[in-house]
C-alpha cells in the first residue's frame, strides 16, 4: 500500500466515532471539507434525505477497518449528487466527501 494511502486510513480511523448502543456498535465518519457522513447500521436514510443530509448507511460491523471496508447500502440524494453510490466502498465514499485524490 502507498504511504500516502497508509496515511490516508491511519486519518480516516482516528476519525471514526464508536457509538456502543446496541447488540453492535455504530460507527460515525462525520467529513471535514464537505458536509456528510457516513453511519453504520443505524440511520434513518429517508429522515436523512428529506432534512437534505448528504449521508451514506453501510451494513453492520463490529470494527473500524470493518466500517471503512464495508459497502454503502443506501444513500440520501443529496449524497448521490455529489458522487456517493450505493454499492461504492465507504473509504471511496470518504474520499469523495474529504475531495481527497
Known sequence: MR????????E???RVLIINIGNL????YKAIRRPGYIVSHYLDIE???RVGDVAG???AVRTKEEFIRA???RI????ERLGLKTGMQVKRAIKILEEYK
Open 76 to 79: 440520501t440524494s443529496w449524497a
Open 25 to 28: 456498535p455504530m460507527f460515525i
Open 3 to 10: 504511504e500516502e494511502e497508509q496515511r490516508f486510513i491511519e
Open 47 to 49: 429522515a436523512s434525505d
Open 57 to 59: 448507511l453501510c451494513g
Open 71 to 73: 459497502k454503502l447500502i
Open 12 to 14: 480516516v480511523l482516528n
